[in-house]
């Protein structure tokens, strides 16, 4: 055992930190890097972990990432999501079951496999931007949740059933605006027979019903081979010859679906109305987008959209658990303490993105941005799977935006705050922006 004490941190009782980091978690970061430097400790109570230990430099991201997934687990550091995503989900596993799982999905994410999906995303992103009219003032995270989720029913899950999907989405809503109390009802059971405890579990019941309909229908399809969604895939994958490669099981299927069903949506959907916010505030950038927009410039369009999810925090961090007592950038850290990369900080590094609190989607053109810098989707053997699906359906929305509606901020807008829901980042006012038809100029 590592006799080391913690790198510094605050000295305020673990309770204070807990609330901090649940509500003012940008505030709680700069200000503990300003005093301590740009490694330090924080003692937090669950759900958080008890020593979280925070970094935010390249060479220690780097090492973090490139750990061996033994000695550091990331699905451990998941683990309250059981209750939703269940045992076998992507996120929560380690090691043998992660890496097993992970090579059964990647196929899906590929490229090849993006390509495949580009022109379903196109006829969703229209179909949505079509409601929005010309002078009316639109809630873009609201719009952007109901587009994402939407793309990631019909593309991942395949749902082409337009009654399941009306049944599903608000299901899966409800989830994603999760009230705290219920992280109760997983420690004291009991209460899960009373109010909104059981409101909850009686939702998660009916979608698994759903998602179990589902599943024995697909399997039963008489074209799976034939189908590109993600469901449809992971059904046909496996010959059973090789244990390492058995088919999914039903279970597994379960829990694959809801992580990538809620993983997939809300992340995309705050950086896509961040992305609105910043296009709106500057005139001069939406035109050179919309140029792109035009010209089928996606490159442009895309560095719009990474240049949002650097500014803005999407996901705040990525955590992984020392199974061993490890050493990081020369510090000894002791088995149990969570090392978290602190996706914050490292954004807004001077160092790395001169100008950092500037909006200058340049930076991802001019081949300025160096490696363990930009670190929206984490990294390593973690790596989320959906990046490039990700940056793949934001493109097409922005495009699908800029060809159609001109943004503006909303009379008296000031900066938009930042806000936390759940895990997700999102802007706090819903980043509203005023659309006038572009074909009304
Ligand atoms: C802007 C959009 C998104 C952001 C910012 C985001 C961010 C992240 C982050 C930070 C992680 C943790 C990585 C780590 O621990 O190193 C992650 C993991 C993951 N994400 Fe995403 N994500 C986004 C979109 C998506 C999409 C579209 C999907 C699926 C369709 C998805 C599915 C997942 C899954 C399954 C994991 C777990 C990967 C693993 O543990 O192996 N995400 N994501």
Redesign the pocket.
Known sequence: MVTTAYPPGPPLPRAVQSALYAKWRGVLLRASARRYGEVFSLRLVAPYAENLVVFSRPEHIRAIFAADPADLH?GEGNRLLIHIMGEHS??LTDEDE?ARA?RLLMPAFVGSSLRGYRTLVDAIAKTHVDRWASGSTVHTLDRMNDLTLDV?MQV?FGLTDENRRAELAPRLRRIVNINPIIFFGWKYPRLRRFGPWKRFDDNQNAIDELLYNEIVERRAHPDLDGRSDVLSRLLAVGSGENPADAPLSDAELRDQLV??LL??HE??AS?LSWACHELAAHPDIQERARRAAHDGDEKYLEAVLKEA?RLHT??AA?GRKLTRDYTIGGIDLPKGTVVSTS?LLAHHRDEAFPDALSFRPERFLDGEVAANTWL?????V??????G??LMEGTAVLREILTRQRLSLPPGAGPEPDGIRNITHVPRRGARVVVTSAAAD
Do not use: D
Not at 376 to 380: D, E, L
Not at 382 to 387: E, L, N, S, V
């Open positions: 990331a992507l996120l992660h992970r990631i991942v992580t990538l993983a997939g992340t995309t950086a999810m999407v996901i990525t996706i929206p989707f984490g990294g390593g973690r790596r989320c799977i959906g990046a699906f990700s």
